[in-house]
């Protein structure tokens, strides 16, 4: 069974950091590009970043650049995303995802192979 679980979601006080983690499952993923988005109360899910499982070709939304870095563990099968310096509007669910197409990842496409639950990030001001 593919499964994508995230972890590391909770309370991180704005200007601190926090790491997410999500463990991939079921098949290879060497193939795959990976890709974190978040989904904020009231406001539709978005692309926060993405990357090849090989670890290059990484994106990032503008809000999010220069302070959140995403990466991959491929002998562990995890990926990663660093959020140093978070804001109080970067309070969401944040979601880790997977599709054969780096381009579906980026653009946000909402029909991604592969999801995982989410978990949830709160910045307090």
């Known amino acids: 069974q593919v499964q994508l679980v995230e972890s590391g979601g909770g309370l991180v006080q704005a200007g601190g950091s ?8 079921g098949r290879t993923f060497s193939s795959y590009a990976m890709g974190w ?7 539709e899910r978005e692309f926060v970043a993405a990357i090849r499982w090989s670890g290059d070709s990484t994106s ?10 995403i990466s991959t563990d ?3 099968n995890m990926v990663y995303l660093q959020m140093n310096s978070p ?8 979601y880790c995802a997977a599709d054969l197409r ?10 991604l192979e592969v999801w995982g639950q989410g978990t949830l990030v709160t910045v307090s001001s």
């Open 87 to 94: 804001k109080p509007e970067d309070t969401a669910v944040y």
């Open 37 to 43: 988005f978040r989904q904020a109360p009231g406001k």
């Open 102 to 111: 780096l381009y579906r990842v980026v653009s946000g496409n909402k029909n």
């Open 60 to 69: 990032y939304a503008d809000s999010v650049k220069g302070r959140f870095t």
């Open 18 to 25: 926090l790491r997410l983690s999500c463990a991939a499952s």
């Open 74 to 76: 491929n002998a562990k």
